[in-house]
């Protein structure tokens, strides 16, 4: 794509990757981008730079507006591979150019590349940078979601470089959120935005509400969002904030997540009663297959959902290995104000549901206990008692539910 402008002088220079569907793990069915922005005046400036593989692109884009030898700053918000592996690209053509970066910015990209020759401005919250008639304010946002992340600002043209926070993985036509929604539809946007925040941001919920707070402290209101990933926010700007608070403050739907998985379908079976018995509630539910589902589309499902019920055999008296990856994937990601029970089958020997609970206690969810288990394939008893069971679950997410 050619060069997009945000704001007159201010123009969106990265690459879209309509190809990708493993970003480290995260999978990707709607591919992505890699946002960075060139701001021409009196000292031309560089907003973050792209992955590696799309160099060219960036440099193509750049050169369509300016000489590369002319910029004379270079802004890293954050130095995950994906925002900054071309810098070396860059900074050998523009190398009168002052990157400013956060210290552990600083300390990272010595990891990265030799920065022995390259000039560096380390930047803390509030820090400004005039380059013409714009100035640039730096605001520190370690955590979200790495040590050296930041936000650049532009009050001016009140626009917020906001690196990977109101990103999405997608991959567009159309570089705005309305020219999106004109495409496509709201409801993609906002689950891209779900499935981004769920994957990625979770863990950071209290920190998320603290850095909106200090935004609105220093007067910060942008028109533009403009981050490191997907599309740029112009239209639906408190849309997206109110969602963002929402997260961070545990926000979720009136719903229960099964998710399972299954060696001979006994286990699977079970889905079908205790599904029924949630919905009989007035609760509604999704049925979630670990094997037969991308690990993030059932991340972003249990995220959504008040309520959560995990489904295992037994194997050698624990847990299933795939119900056992994905609540590694959820330890690390903290969730909380989710309540989780889980049910499963055994044969020789139980183990599994007791092996869920242990790892559901660890991460620190609310449980529903006891668990529920039955001896090889459900009878028809065992299905009137899978019933019964997601009653009493979905009875107790309401409880739980209506505490929020």
């Given amino acids: ?10 123009y969106w220079v990265g690459a879209t990757d309509w190809a990708v569907r493993d970003f480290h793990g995260y999978e990707t069915p709607r591919g992505t981008s890699y946002n960075n922005y060139l701001i021409k005046d ?32 270079v802004v890293i918000n954050h130095i995950e591979n994906d925002h900054v592996t071309s810098l070396d690209k860059i900074m050998a053509l523009s190398p009168e150019a002052t990157i400013h970066i956060t210290e552990r910015g600083k300390k990272g990209l010595d990891r990265f590349f030799d920065t022995s020759k390259w000039n560096f401005n380390l930047v803390k919250t509030g820090d400004t940078l005039k380059i013409g008639k714009r100035t640039l304010i730096f605001i520190e946002t370690p955590m979200l979601h790495w040590p050296d992340s930041m936000m650049t600002y532009s009050p001016e043209e009140r626009i917020l470089f906001s690196q990977d926070a109101f990103g999405q993985h997608l991959a567009s036509a159309g570089r705005f959120d309305d020219e999106f929604c004109k495409s496509e539809s709201m409801v993609e946007l906002e689950d891209a935005v779900v499935d981004y925040y769920a994957n990625i941001l ?66 699977e079976r079970m889905t079908i009663p205790i599904a029924e018995g949630i919905r009989d509630e007035g609760v509604n539910y999704k049925i979630l297959k670990l094997r037969a589902t991308p690990m993030n589309v059932i991340i972003k499902e249990f995220w959504k959902s008040r309520g959560a019920l995990i489904g295992t055999p037994t194997l050698n008296n624990i847990m299933f290995p795939s119900v056992a990856g994905f609540l590694s994937h959820i330890r690390g990601l903290r969730p909380k104000g989710r309540i989780a029970g889980s049910f499963g089958s055994f044969g020789w020997g139980g183990g599994g549901v007791r092996d869920v609970f242990a790892k559901i206690r660890e991460i620190g969810l609310e449980t529903f206990e006891p668990g529920f288990e039955i001896l090889y394939r459900p009878s028809q008893d065992d299905e009137a008692s899978c019933y019964d069971f997601g009653k009493k679950f979905a009875r107790r997410v309401k409880k739980y539910h209506s505490t929020f």
């Fill in 1 to 10: 794509m050619k060069p997009v402008e945000l704001k007159k002088g201010i």
């Fill in 42 to 73: 009196t000292e031309i400036t560089l907003v973050d730079t792209v992955k590696h593989d799309f160099s060219h692109v960036t440099l193509e884009n750049i050169k369509r507006l300016v000489d590369p030898s002319k910029i004379r700053h």
């Fill in 202 to 267: 979770m863990p950071f919920g209290p920190l998320i509400n603290g850095k909106i707070e200090d935004l609105k402290k220093l007067g910060i209101e942008p028109e533009i969002i403009a981050p490191d990933h997907g599309v740029i926010w112009r239209s639906h700007i408190p849309k997206v904030l109110e969602s963002y608070l929402g997260m961070a403050n545990g926000k979720a739907e009136l719903s229960v997540s099964i998710i399972y998985d299954t060696m001979w379908q006994s286990t």
